[in-house]
Each structure stands twice: as structure tokens, then as C-alpha cells.
């Protein structure tokens, strides 16, 4: 049996008894192996660093897909609650206007905008410019506006001549952005004593759009002389 005792610069081994330097045996780092090989690391060759580069941009992509597709996600249900909650406002607003008018005056052809008289302030039953109300949709700033002069004694003539200098004559107070579509239409149906205005909104923030629908009538009578 083969023995191996090691001292402080010697390994012996004893078959029989025979003496043999450490340093043969087992090489120092940096040194000659034992089949007289050299101990230097072996570099990684080009190809293998393709592979590691290309799995990494691999994992990167898909980590930043799946990190932006979360981040829609918050965005896009944000979006969606402040639209609910708009439309909720906006809804309630030009509900309120038409339930308590006078009298629809007129709804635009296009159906961009509606005027409603608002209240008879000299209970004369007649209409005058600073009575009436302007609620109108603007394609250029996506926004739906409210104007009213209560100043103007202008009796009114027309739709059209109420409209176009009121436009310029006050600032519209904003009652909702991001609106990039608007309908009102007006229906008085046969043998009813009242009038019904419905209307469609659309709107879009944050690249997600929501529609809203609704209904209201007149439900004061037009005061008489």
C-alpha cells in the first residue's frame, strides 16, 4: 500500500521508502502541470460571445415589453377613470341646462351646438340676447363651451345673430377638454307639449376613447305676456 506523508518541503511516499519534492506532485499556481501542460484559463471565443450578447438583448427586450405594456395598462385605466368621471360631469351639466330652460331655441344643423333660453328676466315672454345660453362643441380646441352675456338686451332675431357675436363678446367658461366629438339633436314628438334634446360625446385622453349618451327634456313652460 502507498503512503504519503508530508513534511514542510518534502512529500514521501512509502512503497518501500523513497523521497520525492512536493513541488513535482502537485504544481504551484502559475507553474508547469503534471504532463508538462501550462495551467493559463482558456478566453471565451467569439461566437460564444454572440450567443451571451444576443440572449441578453433577448431578455432586455422582453423585459422592457413587458414592463411598458404594464405601464399602458396604468395608463390607460387612469385615462379611462378620469373619461367616467368627465362625461359624468359633462352629462349632468348639459342635462341640468336643458331640463331648466325656457325653451330650446335652436340646435345647429350639424349638430355642433344648441341654444336654450334660459330664464325671462323682465317677464316680458319675449327673448332678448342676454337670456339665452350657448352651449356649443369646438372642433378646433376639442373642447365644449358654455357662453352667456347677461348684459345684451338685443332682442333676438335669430340663432345665427345671437351666435356670431357672442363668440367674440365673452370667454366661454370650458366644461370639458378632450372632446373630439359632439351631437345634439332636437325632437319634439307629435301631441307631446315638451321638447327633448339628446346628445353624443366622445372622448379621448391618453390614446383611450369614451362615449356618452344622453337625454333630456324641457320641463318649464314658456311664460306668456
Not at 352667456?148 to 338685443?154: A, E, F, L, M, N
Not at 333676438?156 to 377638454?177: E, N
Not at 314628438?189 to 362615449?211: C, H, M, N
Request: hydrophobic share 40%; glycine share 8%.
Amino acid at each position: 500500500m502507498l503512503r504519503r506523508f508530508t513534511g514542510v518541503g518534502f512529500t514521501v511516499c512509502r512503497s518501500n521508502l523513497y523521497m520525492v519534492p512536493r513541488s513535482s506532485i502537485w504544481p504551484r499556481s502559475g507553474s508547469q502541470n503534471l504532463i508538462g501542460g501550462s495551467s493559463k484559463r482558456r478566453g471565451l471565443t467569439l461566437a460564444e460571445l454572440l450567443i451571451g450578447l444576443t440572449i441578453t438583448v433577448l431578455v432586455g427586450t422582453a423585459t422592457v415589453a413587458m414592463l411598458s405594456a404594464a405601464a399602458y395598462g396604468t395608463t390607460s385605466r387612469l385615462g379611462m377613470r378620469q373619461l367616467l368621471v368627465q362625461h359624468r360631469a359633462l352629462h349632468a351639466r348639459i342635462g341640468s341646462a336643458i331640463r331648466n330652460a325656457l325653451e330650446v331655441v335652436a340646435v345647429h344643423p350639424s349638430g355642433k351646438y344648441v341654444v336654450v333660453w334660459v330664464e325671462d328676466t323682465n317677464d316680458d315672454g319675449t327673448k332678448q340676447h342676454g337670456e339665452l345660453e350657448l352651449i356649443e362643441w369646438s372642433s378646433a380646441t376639442s373642447e365644449m363651451l358654455r357662453y352667456r352675456d347677461p348684459t345684451d338686451t338685443t332682442d333676438f332675431t335669430s340663432a345665427a345673430d345671437y351666435r356670431v357675436p357672442i363668440l367674440t363678446a365673452v370667454t366661454p367658461v370650458r366644461w370639458a377638454a378632450g372632446v373630439t366629438a359632439a351631437e345634439f339633436e332636437k325632437t319634439e314628438p307629435a301631441g307631446a307639449e315638451t321638447q327633448i334634446v339628446s346628445f353624443r360625446i366622445t372622448s379621448t385622453r391618453d390614446g383611450v376613447s369614451e362615449s356618452t349618451i344622453g337625454v333630456a327634456a324641457v320641463r318649464n313652460q314658456v311664460p306668456t305676456p
